[in-house]
């Protein structure tokens, strides 16, 4: 084929020239579903609880994303602000994963239990009011709005397509009792995933406020999880070194 | 000065033409070329020193014994055990850790072993204790005692003052830090009637020289030590709290759930106070630091709280 033949023809142009921007990336990604040891193998890691994944989804309908990322990076001025740095394994079933690099305020890939939930609930409705020099905005409305849950069945199913491990049968939900334990296998029951939600929302009282469920319990309790699943105590220092 | 060079050398053309119009070829300047294959180069040795390749399941991992690190790591039964790997992040990250923590070693091992009034007494010490403990606490302590430590009111104690809700000693604070606090007061609104709960509040308000209703006051006084409302048992009969249990002291002038001092004239001093005793408080939780920082780390936070801040016992 000729030069000129491709620069005469749009749709041969056009073909070509995907393949020839889409190889750099191609050799980067692909590999990485092939290599064993991309994702570490590390015990802990479970998908979030209803709650927690409606928390997810206002976290994301929020754009909280766009100030914060969910990557502490093998840094040692992350580690000491941070924490441990942030496993592949921890984010395998986020879809669409938190990382980045772009930050505006702080990363929260570990926030979990770094804060009370009352620290959370006015911070998130009026962030100056215990960080006097931050820029994040007021979110007021997350104590006030009460959580629609109704779908959430539909997303944890949307989810279950992406290959988190939601059970929607007593077989699959086997398979999470031996995988996760069964505490943690019944609240991945898209079957009773309402209940296991206010089961959640009403033991944690997240926002502070007993009497209802409002978004900002269910953002707190998505927050207060970040980071916690894994329990680096039962890893030597460099175990996550071999996987790199 | 060009025009004399286009006329004198006049570029060959790339042999094409459209409509009478030609391209000239002017090829890019040797030097420029070089660089482009000095690149080429760079990739080569990068292949060698780095991990680039995917092989099936696996990827080249540098040559081996050309580039490697060396870093020392703690295991589960807190061994330490030195490892050279081939160059990644991740053994460059703990080979960093290694290296501040060799600078920082000496002054963490002095804290460690002293005791604290011993730390307190070493003004070198101090100053280490000073730098680090500021850094500690503005990353960890901060966002709910302010940057001086001055606390809020309705939300976390002042550090500075010579109050200590949960105690003041070292041992005190170390065991706060540690293990975390959880403040809780019942709500009263089930139990007592409103008019019970403004002559309880205007008791509270007289104990610190508050303005106050005095004939109301003489009825709460005995309401506090009652069977009934049984205030005593957390505040004690004199009111003055308990450190065990977190209770406030009700006597001195330092509030912290009740903004008694952020409000102007004895309606709204009492409202606050009444606040408080009708829903009761669930929410003065301090988080645990026990999984997040080292023991050497909370011990130095410690004697910075204590010493630094001030207002220690």
Redo the contacts between chains.
Sequence with gaps: MKHDNIERNLGILLVFTMLAISVGGMVEII?LF????TVEKVDGVRPYTPLEQRGRDIYIREGCYLCHSQMI????DE???Y?H?SLAAESKYDHPFQWGSKRTGPDLARVG???????HT??LTAPR????QSVMPNYPWLAKNELKYDDIQDRMKALRRTGVPYSNSQAEYQRNVEEFGADVAKTLHIPDAEKNLVAQAQLGNYD?DPSNITEMDALVAYLQVLGTMVDF??????Y??K?? | MSQDKATTTAPKTMGHSWDGIEEYNNPLPTWWIWGFYITFIFTVVYWLLY?AW?I????TKGLTGLHTIT?T????DGKE?E?T?HW???????H??NE?EAIQKQWFDKVASMSYDDVAKDAELMQFVNSAGKTLFS??CA??HQ?GGQG?IG?APNLTDDHWQFGGTYDEIHQTIEHGRRGFMPAFKEVLEDQQITQLANYVLSLSGEPHDASLATVGAQLFKSEEAGCYYCHGADAKGNTQMGSANLTDKIWLWADVDGKAGQEAKLAEVKRVITSGL???????WG??LKPEQIKLLTVYVHDSLGGGR
């Design positions: 590999p092939f290599i064993k040891e990076r093998p840094f040692r580690a000491l602000r924490g740095y239990g770094k804060y009370s939930n009352d620290w006015q911070h009011s215990l960080v006097p502070t105590k039962k890893y030597d220092d460099d996550f070194v996987f790199r | 991990p995917p099936g399941g696996n990827y870093y790591a703690k295991t589960v055990v490892k790997t990644n992040m991740r053994s460059k990250f703990l960093e850790m501040m990353d960890n966002p709910c940057a809020k939300f669930d929410r003065g939780v301090m988080p645990t999984g997040r």
